[in-house]
DNA sequence: TATGAATGAGCCTTCATTCAT
DNA sequence: CATGAATGAAGGCTCATTCAT
């Protein structure tokens, strides 16, 4: 739950006050999360983050020692956590490869897409030229194994025949690109966009179900 | 059309400085956009805006009164202005669908993402929250223009026999959402990306493609 | 009597650790000494203090009430002691007065000058204008005893018959001021220094020598 | 008289507005050298170097990067100036080195002592273990030349047989030190001391002669 | 007593905005 | 119209001080 998987703390030992101490960074994060996601790092005071996790602005830097460092700690923590969990899915999978993308799809949705986390897309993005080391961190732990991944479930329908032999690299980014597009969609667009529905769940399968037959063996 | 070309003026009676006093708002607007689009909002000084567009601070608030207005001046001045030729481009198209929707991509590309115009899509995304109303002008201006005209594409498909009868409205975003990632791709990552290389006009062909494939009829 | 070293005190009843609470303010006092001496007033935290003293930041607090308060403390506890023992030495010397003033300048180069606790010269010196008080302990309690015990010595030198009669009061500064400088110069300039030498030993016995005999051909 | 020693102004191009531009950095060295003396460096506030100044904080900021360098430029633009005048001096005098050695230590105490240039060895002095290369800069630029035109007056009285061989290495410390002490005395404890008078010209002229007749009985 | 997590006033620094020239 | 020196509100960060444990 917390960063640093903590022990039960119920036993006597532990008191309120170390027990806030351990939830501290966890909850500034969260808080820097929301702010960074919602006004940008820029227009985010380091004083309002401390404020919306209820502690005033001097304990923020007793757990980070600058705003930057709080950004790439909210960087850090919220992503490259779901890939062991996602590379051992996908292992275990047993259904067919259409089954595969879907599942996969609806899954990042439901655990990221639809979440604050995604926010951290368009958070990197927004903020990229300012930070490049930022850039090169999420290149290496969030968009390479992304990547490797959906290649791995395309090249596992080309090798059990359910798909004809096409250029996985390309593809994979048919497939990013919404991922990318709903992050943007969710925290950018939608929250101003009265009109515009948009129905991620249905467009993600319509999205999917259309790339798979131009996949498929005809 | 393009931030630095302006057209030749010699032959009317303008004389040079007044050339330059016409071109300063525009040559302003040129510099706002690619500092707001390279930097962000905030991250942007109004000085090097001024420096850049080889003017003084000073001169910047006489023709923007604020930070804020040169922003929305800026999003502004780079809408929608190619829908009419587009539409136009449309309604005057004779070839297939399949020929229409490679070409509606490809232009796009040339015409607007491979240029410092899809910087707005980065940055109207990027400051969305900050600045609400940019977002409807966007969402009208742009957004749903564009909308239209997909599905106006994809309908023509449908009527002609060349597609099967699908979601449009759906299917709309399954081209829009690559060219919001083509946008960022260009104006954030790929800057800061050594590796993860993407040709976006094969991206784009083989995008369309296998969208077409599960489009078409069996 | 020197800053770290203590009496023992294992004869009497007192335990360990009610031996460190009693030592504790001293050794605050010492701690502080030391870093303000080093890094002056301002600079130094009052939380480094505390660690060097081996204790916590609250701990401090209870001893003293701020941080100004530890700072007179730490110039009210080490001034003053050592005049009666000089004026008794003064009282019960038997050499001439040259060989007194001798003796005069080389122990306070072995017990104060070559100690931390000229430190508190510059201390006084260096933050003066922002404690005027502390100043004027300072005079009372070291300035005025040491100019009154050179002056005794000086006038022993008349009396008897050694030196010709002159301005004492005057001439007490020339003796003074080259122990206000060896105090600057040990604890500002020779630890910066690195060119520069200076042996205060036989920087004070020339100094001496020549106020005494002059550099001119007799 | 400046740093930048200006041409006229008072011609016609100069506005008043230039002028005050090209007055400023001085009037700003002023102030915070005044401050900086008065009560030290960390607790002067750049807000009031500039209120003293007559301008605004910000206004500080332009032309001083940062509060350090501000330091830095307030220590290099009050030393050093006065050295090549003095040298020249020592190489016109025309009288006996006794006078000579009055002359120097009399007129240092006119152009410097007297004045709040001679704050600046109670700042470094103060501040020296903070700002490292500070000391360094005092130490080439103002204690060797210091040191070395000294000397050269020593050794021209050995050499014209005005002075007995000696050590004049150790010598100079005994003219230094009475430097060094007046320039504490003055900033430091003198406004602080109402009783303990000193006259410091009536000093200096008692310790040259001292030093150069001995208090001995001849 | 001792601790150290928490506080918040205060300072350095930035930068959008103004205005005298 | 254009300039750029000047302003001052605002924000990041520090650190003396407090207080629950």
Redesign the pocket.
């Known amino acids: 739950m917390s960063i640093t998987a903590s022990p039960p703390l119920e036993h006597a030992g532990i008191?309120?006050?170390?027990r806030?101490?351990q939830a501290?960074p966890q909850e500034l994060l969260d808080a820097a999360l929301t702010l960074f996601v919602e006004k940008g790092f820029?227009a985010?005071?380091?004083?309002d983050v401390?404020a919306l996790a209820?502690?005033?602005?001097?304990?923020l830097?007793?757990?980070f020692?600058?705003?930057?460092d709080l950004f790439k700690a909210v960087i850090r923590s919220n992503l490259a956590d779901h890939f062991p969990v996602w590379n051992q899915e996908f292992d275990e999978f047993q259904g067919t490869t259409v089954e595969m993308l879907h599942y996969a799809m609806q899954s990042w949705w439901e655990r990221i897409g639809n979440t604050t986390a995604s926010g951290i897309t368009k958070l990197v993005t927004s903020e990229a030229s300012n930070f490049p080391d930022v850039v090169q961190f999420y290149e290496v732990e969030v968009m390479r194994p992304g990547h490797e991944l959906f290649k791995k479930i395309l090249q596992r329908g080309i090798d059990n025949g359910e798909f004809r032999a096409f250029d996985t690299d390309n593809a994979v980014y048919s497939l990013v690109s919404v991922i990318a597009f709903l992050s943007m969609w969710k925290h950018s667009l939608s929250p101003c966009c009265t009109s515009s529905m948009l129905d991620p769940v249905i467009f993600l399968r319509n999205h999917v179900n259309a790339l798979m037959h131009g996949w498929l063996h005809t």
Chains 1, 2, 3, 4 share one sequence.
């Open positions: 008191h309120k006050r170390e806030r101490k501290r820029a985010t005071k380091v004083e401390a209820g502690v005033s602005k001097g304990t830097f007793l757990y020692s600058s705003k930057e």
